[in-house]
């Protein structure tokens, strides 16, 4: 829910998008600044791959068209690649230029890289784990199913039907948790900086697949339309969403704010993911540079199509009454209203819940408010926080076989596009037998005990009041 600024003075060059009003300056991007972006690309990433798959023959649906395989389709299936490896392993052979090329660019680090405040940037996810969770899920995902260029590609894979977009989100999660989980991780050879480069492969997997096939039949996907698959403004728009739509949408909607210095370390963190999944890094080199692509991209690039819809939905539909939190169907729709806004949200199809719901997530909103601004007070408490959080969450997410993925991913070939795949359907809503408990429950007693808080000071305030006022007459003989 976007909060209204009595203070904010508007003129012509004041910009309304989507429920987000910002000041419009000659340092943002237009749409036809940005349009060039869309037909450039990770070239390197790519070469690397083709390369890859010369060392160590993919799997068969991996394989470009009419590139011949190396085993027989009765055998077993080959055994998985770990494309990092390959990479690490075989970058100093003859005629591995591309490789070492790339293992050089992601492990020389820039000058502005500094590891103190990466180290901060990564404290600050889990110092707001709950916030920045919620927004990355309704916000930043379901949200960003509101860019239809973006959603051409994602129907395509069919990864956003209702059966696997858990185990998607819970992958991309993944990846967040890696970069996030310790200073080591993120530096070059840790487990962050491994699964940044396998999901750049994976990136580069994807796009060369749908050209493929774009290129043998044009109708599956226009390129003139939509631009090359994953382009340099889709790789942006990703980071973006990941960091500056937290910070300035989705943390704020929440009622959380970010003191500077935290949005400095924050942007730094991704500003490096980005340098390591192959995405211009320019963008994000100040905080307002930052906001400005942000702005810009939104103004852009949002425009739901029927195709939107569908994966949007999808993503509530697979998420209802699942664990840890057995969110029902209304609450999840009253999460993303909160977030997205009403324009948004209806463009999207999202449901209208009732106003029980929206005070549920209020309720969530102040217990957030409550936690982090508490925690964030006492440095003892803001680190034990943090290092409980970093394992907690990893299990859950990444380990736990009842509630996650059950192992680690190492982002392989899964989703593959083929020409019988150009939609998603939309899931079916099921709502038997389903009773709201976990994170409703915890948020309705977050609601109520804040509800009779402020009654019980508003009732001994105005007691108060009167005896101050009972005083002071006594005491003048009035």
């Known amino acids: 829910m976007a909060w209204p600024n009595p203070f904010r003075r508007k003129d012509e060059n004041t910009r309304n998008v989507w429920g987000y009003t910002f000041q419009w300056t000659p340092n943002h ?40 395989r190396t085993y027989k389709e009765k055998d077993a299936a080959p055994p998985k690649r770990d494309l990092y490896a390959l990479i690490r392993d075989h970058r100093h052979e003859k005629g591995n230029e591309k490789l070492l090329g790339l293992w050089n660019e992601v492990n020389t ?39 239809a260029r973006v959603t051409e590609v994602l129907a395509r894979t069919g990864g ?43 990136h580069a ?12 039949k044009p109708s599956y996907y226009s390129v003139e339309k939509y631009g090359i698959p994953i382009n340099d403004l889709d790789s942006i728009a990703t980071i973006s969403t990941f960091s500056s739509t937290l910070i300035w949408l989705g943390f704020p909607r929440q009622g959380i704010f970010l003191r500077q210095q935290e949005i400095e370390d924050y942007l730094a963190l991704w500003r490096l993911i980005a340098l390591y999944l192959g995405t211009p890094t320019s963008s994000f080199a100040t905080s307002l540079q930052s906001r400005n692509i942000m702005e810009s991209i939104f103004i852009s690039e949002i425009n739901p199509s029927e195709t939107s819809k569908i994966l949007a939905n999808n993503i509530i539909l697979s998420l209802q009454a699942q664990p840890p939190a057995y969110a029902s169907h209304d609450f999840l729709n009253a999460s993303a209203r909160w977030l997205n806004g009403k324009d948004l949200s209806d463009a999207l199809g999202l449901g209208n819940p009732s106003y029980y719901y929206w005070a549920l997530v209020a309720g969530q909103c102040i217990f957030f408010c409550g936690l982090c601004y508490t925690y964030r007070s006492f440095e003892y408490l803001d680190k034990m926080k943090i290092a409980k959080l970093r394992k907690v969450l990893y299990h859950i997410i990444v380990e736990s076989k009842d509630h996650g993925l059950g192992s680690e991913t190492n982002f392989e070939f899964k989703y593959i ?49 009167f005896w101050v006022f009972w005083l002071v007459k006594k005491k003048l003989g009035m």
Request: glycine content about 8%; charged content about 20%.
């Open 29 to 68: 991007s237009t749409a036809e600044e940005l349009y060039p972006l869309k037909f450039t690309y990770d070239v390197l990433g790519e070469d690397c791959l083709n390369r890859l798959d010369e060392i160590s023959s993919p799997v068969s649906g991996e394989l470009p068209r009419n590139q011949p």
């Open 109 to 147: 680090i820039p000058e502005w890289v500094n590891w103190d405040q990466i180290a901060r940037g990564q404290e600050v996810f889990y110092r707001y784990a709950g916030v920045a969770l919620t927004a990355l899920t309704y916000q930043s995902l379901l949200g960003g199913m509101g860019a």
């Open 160 to 202: 956003f039907s209702t059966k696997v977009a858990k185990h998607r989100l819970y992958e991309t999660t993944q990846h967040i948790l890696q970069v996030t989980r310790s200073l080591e991780s993120i530096k070059p050879g840790g487990a962050g900086q491994q699964s940044s480069i396998r999901v750049r492969l994976l």
């Open 205 to 216: 997997a994807v796009r060369r697949r749908i050209m493929k096939l774009a290129e043998d």
């Open 417 to 465: 596009p083929n020409y019988s795949t150009t939609t998603t359907e939309l899931g079916e809503y099921n709502s038997s037998g389903f009773k709201p408990q976990g994170i409703e429950r915890r948020n309705l007693y977050s609601l109520v005990v804040t509800s009779v808080a402020l009654a019980a000071a508003t009732y001994f305030g105005v007691k108060a009041a």
